[in-house]
């Protein structure tokens, strides 16, 4: 009994390896290609994971396109994936080299947060084409779009026949042990155990390869020995992005279908490996990538699997806070270096009288919307309520972006962090009913609201006080990503996917605000304190210390200001964002994790950069823009494209309804404002520490 017990446990623990290593391995080559890229520039390519995520649609598209089944002649099945895997490699190169020339290449000598910002963009524009596509290739059928906070698209879900054999290889070795290793698991492995040795040895053993490293590890001293630097950061793109198209060719057909979400997910979990492997290292990255494998699967059957993206993300967050280089990365004074956004701070208008006159005009616009609403019968009240969440947002944003330089990539999750707490201190039928005493004054649901944001935005500056430039923004990206799949998790309190619904109308001095003017003004006056008070903090001590840290850190500190100052934005920063969620969960009656989606987080980064970073006006300005675009101006265009394809070619139009491009319009918003005000400011002299 003893030994069918310790044989049944050996055959588990062998068999989660086995899984483990599979999907390890798909990791890996997205981290080899990771690593590359980022050892040439030093900056984030947000980009990465969409281009792989468009070129698995592709690559389905190409095999449904030559009808390659399983009973095809095997000589016309090898010739049909090698023709895939060829245009999987060539559009990657091209698609990554392009994304190179327009994210990277004009702001070379920029703030290293311009280029990483422009990523987003770019990421964002090759969703859309993702969506489109395969909404195309589904069968023309648009996907339901949901217009409300979180902008998220239910994609399509395409399939292609099972091509790789299913050979069970320890059946097939005459081994007698209940485990499942299949032929498919093991190809996967040794391409991607081959592509590491063949890019480790193209580093070390070419001419080309040893220009790489050479810029990678000191580009100044490079170019000084006669290498193009150029030319190795096209080269390396360009390599990159053939292992791009290798990995998406990989998991198309181990899965049988394309990736079906956000880029963002899958180049997160490539750069946590290119992390611990060591920035450069191309076997490190494979290690790493199957140790996140391995580790995942023993996660997902020992704990549970709904937790095993959760651990995923704190590893990431360890290892960047303690040793951002790496287990087997050296030390290097860059590393940490560059953190302002410079480039794009501060797009004020010029003169008093005009901004006096454009704060005028929008006060007296804000104040008498409800009466130009009722007269002319335009029926938007609750989206210019919700137009007034998302200016909170981004003047939230806007204190740690415009004024201290910190680029939040998380910031929609202390959204959802107040919505959650505005919903459990005053869901009639919630965990703490029978706590407190009856209703609670809205007032004190902000402050509750802000004071349990603010600590999370303790926690979040603590962890990041000494991180700078994208790898701020990349830890902040996996707490954003941490907090909502903590929420799903603690169902019992959090309501889980549905989130906590039917919440009680805001109770102020006693008094329900039921009706949707009411609330609008609520709003509108949150929103005009919130304004005021970024208005004294920048004139104050403490928004001059920001602007001296934002503008050279090393200076800064120099002069005695200290480094705790930037905790304190983010304590600000967090609180604003709790009092939005709070309003937005007390208004619309509910909270849910759509709140805390990424996009949402972009959104509020679109409208801060469109208004001009640094600008308490353009921050307002910028969210009426993005959401009067996506929830008034979208509709209206839906609504007549519908109409107009009803006298035909109604698939076609449905599959490019405008209503499903919210995405793409954004993120070019986003990409071109960086692009035009990124390029007219002036270099920026930075001082290593």
Same mark, same amino acid.
């Given at each position: 009994m003893t030994c069918g017990i310790h044989l049944s446990c050996g055959a588990l623990l062998l068999q989660l390896l086995g899984i483990g290593l599979s999907n390890g391995a798909i990791i890996a080559l997205n981290a080899i290609g990771v690593t590359l890229v980022y050892g040439a520039v030093r900056t984030i390519n947000f980009a990465y994971g969409d281009l792989f995520a468009l070129t698995t649609v592709l690559v389905t598209s190409v095999i449904g396109g030559l009808g390659l089944h399983a009973g095809v002649h095997p000589l016309l099945l090898i010739a049909g994936l090698g023709l895939a895997v060829a245009v999987a490699m060539g559009f990657g190169m091209l698609l990554n080299l392009g994304i190179e020339q327009t994210a990277f290449r004009p702001f070379r000598s920029r703030a290293r947060q311009i280029p990483l910002i422009a990523s987003i963009g770019l990421s964002f524009i090759l969703f859309q084409v993702a969506l489109i596509w395969r909404t195309i290739q589904v069968g023309f059928g648009a996907p339901d779009h949901h217009s409300d906070v979180d902008h998220v698209?239910?994609?399509?879900? #395409?399939?292609?026949?099972?091509?790789?054999?299913?050979?069970?290889?320890?059946?097939?070795?005459?081994?007698?042990?209940?485990?499942?290793?299949?032929?498919?698991?093991?190809? %996967?492995?040794?391409?991607?155990? +081959?592509?590491?040795?063949? %890019?480790?040895?193209?580093?070390?053993?070419?001419?080309?390869? !040893? $220009?790489?490293? &050479?810029?990678?590890?000191?580009?100044?001293?490079?170019?000084?020995? #006669?290498?193009?630097?150029? &030319?190795?950061?096209?080269?390396?793109?360009?390599?990159?992005?053939?292992?791009? #198209?290798?990995?998406?060719?990989?998991?198309?057909?181990?899965?049988? !279908?394309?990736? =079906?979400?956000?880029?963002?997910?899958?180049?997160?979990?490539?750069?946590?490996?290119?992390?611990?492997? #060591?920035?450069?290292?191309?076997?490190?990255?494979?290690? $790493? =990538?199957?140790?996140?494998?391995?580790?995942?699967?023993?996660?997902?059957?020992?704990?549970?699997?709904?937790?095993?993206?959760?651990?995923?993300?704190?590893?990431?967050? %360890?290892?960047?806070?303690?040793?951002?280089?790496? /287990? $087997?990365?050296?030390?290097?004074?860059?590393?940490? $270096?560059?953190?302002?956004?410079?480039?794009?701070?501060?797009?004020?208008?010029?003169?008093?009288?005009?901004?006096?006159?454009?704060?005028?005009?929008?006060?007296?616009? =804000?104040?008498?919307?409800?009466?130009?609403? !009722?007269?002319?019968?335009?029926?938007?009240?609750?989206?210019?309520?919700?137009?007034?969440?998302?200016?909170?947002?981004?003047?939230?944003?806007?204190?740690?972006?415009?004024?201290?330089?910190?680029?939040?990539?998380?910031?929609?999750?202390?959204?959802? /962090?107040?919505?959650?707490?505005?919903?459990?201190?005053?869901?009639?039928? +919630?965990?703490?009913?029978?706590?407190?005493?009856?209703?609670?004054?809205?007032? /004190?649901?902000?402050?509750?609201?802000?004071?349990?944001?603010?600590?999370?935005?303790? %926690?979040?500056?603590?962890?990041?006080?000494?991180? !700078? =430039?994208?790898?701020?923004a990349i830890v902040t990206l996996a707490f954003g990503q941490l907090v909502p799949q903590v929420a799903v998790n603690l169902d019992q309190l959090t309501g889980g996917v549905q989130g906590i619904s039917a919440l009680p109308a805001p109770r102020l001095f006693s008094y329900p605000l039921q009706s949707p003017v009411q609330r609008y003004y609520l709003a509108l006056a949150v929103v005009l304190l919130i304004a005021l008070a970024s208005q004294r903090l920048i004139r104050s001590r403490i928004g001059r210390a920001w602007a001296a840290l934002s503008a050279d850190e090393a200076a800064a500190l120099s002069c005695g200001v200290p480094l705790r100052t930037k905790l304190v934005a983010f304590i600000l920063g967090a609180g604003v964002a709790g009092i939005a969620g709070a309003l937005f969960a007390s208004i619309f009656s509910y909270a849910n994790t759509d709140q805390s989606d990424f996009t949402i987080s972009a959104t509020v980064l679109a409208m801060v950069i469109i208004g001009g970073a640094g600008s308490v006006r353009g921050a307002v300005i910028g969210a009426f823009l993005i959401t009067g675009y996506d929830q008034i101006l979208i509709p209206l265009l839906g609504d007549w494209v519908q109409r107009l394809s009803q006298s035909g070619g109604r698939q076609l139009l449905g599959a490019f309804d405008v209503r499903t491009l919210s995405y793409g319009s954004f993120g070019l918003a986003l990409y071109l404002t960086v692009l035009l005000r990124g390029r007219r400011q002036p270099a920026r002299v930075e001082v290593s520490t």
């Open positions: 698209a239910d994609v399509p879900h #395409g399939s292609i026949p099972e091509l790789l054999p299913k050979v069970n290889l320890v059946r097939a070795t005459g081994l007698k042990l209940d485990v499942s290793y299949t032929l498919k698991d093991l190809l %996967v492995l040794l391409l991607a155990v +081959g592509l590491a040795l063949l %890019v480790s040895w193209y580093l070390r053993s070419t001419r080309s390869g !040893r $220009s790489l490293r &050479a810029c990678a590890q000191d580009p100044e001293l490079a170019e000084l020995c #006669g290498v193009n630097r150029e &030319a190795a950061i096209r080269l390396t793109f360009a390599l990159g992005g053939a292992l791009a #198209g290798i990995a998406a060719f990989i998991f198309a057909m181990y899965y049988n !279908r394309p990736f =079906g979400q956000h880029g963002a997910q899958s180049g997160l979990i490539a750069f946590a490996a290119a992390v611990l492997g #060591g920035i450069g290292s191309p076997i490190g990255a494979l290690l $790493s =990538g199957l140790l996140f494998g391995v580790l995942s699967s023993f996660s997902d059957f020992f704990l549970q699997t709904q937790w095993t993206p959760v651990l995923v993300l704190l590893i990431l967050i %360890v290892l960047l806070v303690l040793r951002p280089t790496g /287990i $087997s990365g050296a030390e290097r004074g860059d590393q940490l $270096s560059e953190g302002a956004l410079g480039a794009v701070a501060s797009n004020r208008p010029s003169g008093g009288l005009r901004r006096r006159w454009l704060t005028g005009v929008m006060l007296i616009l =804000g104040f008498g919307y409800p009466l130009l609403d !009722r007269v002319w019968h335009l029926n938007e009240q609750s989206v210019m309520t919700s137009i007034m969440i998302f200016a909170l947002l981004a003047l939230g944003l806007n204190i740690l972006l415009g004024l201290a330089g910190l680029l939040d990539l998380g910031y929609a999750a202390i959204f959802a /962090i107040g919505g959650y707490t505005c919903a459990l201190v005053t869901d009639r039928y +919630g965990h703490l009913a029978s706590v407190l005493p009856g209703p609670v004054d809205f007032l /004190i649901v902000l402050v509750v609201c802000a004071l349990v944001a603010g600590c999370f935005g303790i %926690v979040n500056g603590a962890l990041t006080l000494r991180l !700078r =430039g994208d790898y701020l």
